[in-house]
């Protein structure tokens, strides 16, 4: 059977165009249609503990504030950054009447805070400039960060046979080295490559709409063959596994 006359296989490709909004994976990961294994650590546990602790702190790259609104109670001075346009209004509506003050970035290096303002800075899944988060920490300030390794689903382009992400050089050793030369001290380093399973082809365009970096500008039209191939791939297995790439530090502002 061609493609083109299985109607299972192009309905599911319509789930690319599904809304995203926020950072709300829900639409895949509630349904079970997509499931990682677990990481050896935990960065939400690893930030509490260090939010009870504080009394001013910074979520970087809060997304739709999803995950910063479970973490109260926080502490008297709270905010967050967000540099996807979208997600600002989100993260506002969802953060503000919390008492999180939410500020829109557009660069890295140049963060709307005063020097030494801060005694925390979470930052999960985002990029950031050491030297700037180095700025507005307190001396002995803690900065917590889970980031996305430059390996992550490499098997999703390699099947796709679409090039590797501008970020594949992003590795652990990397975010170490920034540090260390921008006045932190590396208090614990982590790294996994914890496998991601789907279970269809549709949650696997939905989810490279949300990962936009993933493959650039992809379009299910443009990978028609791969994307079959590897929908009859799971109709045979139940699923299709790729490993992600996960790293955790925590740095000490010295």
């Not at 926080?74 to 967050?80: C, D, G, L, M, S």
């Not at 030494?116 to 920490?137: C, M, Q, Y």
């Not at 590797?164 to 920034?178: F, G, N, P, R, V």
Request: glycine share 6%; with cysteine.
């Amino acid at each position: 059977m061609k493609y083109t006359e299985d109607r299972e296989f192009l309905q599911l490709l319509k789930h690319h165009e599904e809304s995203f909004s926020g950072w709300d994976f829900s639409f895949i990961s509630d349904t079970g249609r997509v499931a990682s294994e677990p990481l050896d650590w935990s960065y939400v546990s690893k930030a509490m503990t260090f939010i009870h602790t504080s009394k001013a702190m910074l979520d970087m790259g809060t997304g739709g504030g999803e995950l910063l609104s479970r973490l109260r109670p926080f502490p008297e001075i709270v905010y967050a950054t967000e540099a996807y346009a979208p997600n600002i209004p989100v993260a506002k509506e969802r953060l503000e009447p919390l008492g999180v003050r939410v500020m829109a970035i557009d660069d890295d290096n140049s963060l709307p805070f005063d020097d030494a303002g801060f005694d925390l800075v979470l930052n999960k899944h985002e990029s950031f400039s050491p030297a700037e988060v180095r700025r507005i920490l307190r001396p002995s300030g803690t900065f917590l960060t889970q980031q996305v390794g430059g390996l992550d689903c490499v098997g999703i382009n390699d099947r796709m046979e679409a090039p590797y992400s501008e970020y594949a050089d992003w590795s652990l050793s990397q975010a170490i080295t920034d540090l260390e030369s921008n006045g932190f001290e590396i208090v614990e380093q982590r790294e996994q490559f914890p496998i991601q399973r789907f279970y269809d082809i549709g949650a696997l365009v939905y989810y490279l709409k949300a990962i936009e970096w993933q493959i650039a500008d992809f379009q299910p039209e443009g990978y028609m063959e791969q994307l079959y191939g590897l929908h009859l791939d799971i109709q045979r297995d139940g699923y299709w596994d790729v490993k992600q790439h996960r790293f955790l530090i925590h740095a000490r502002a010295v």
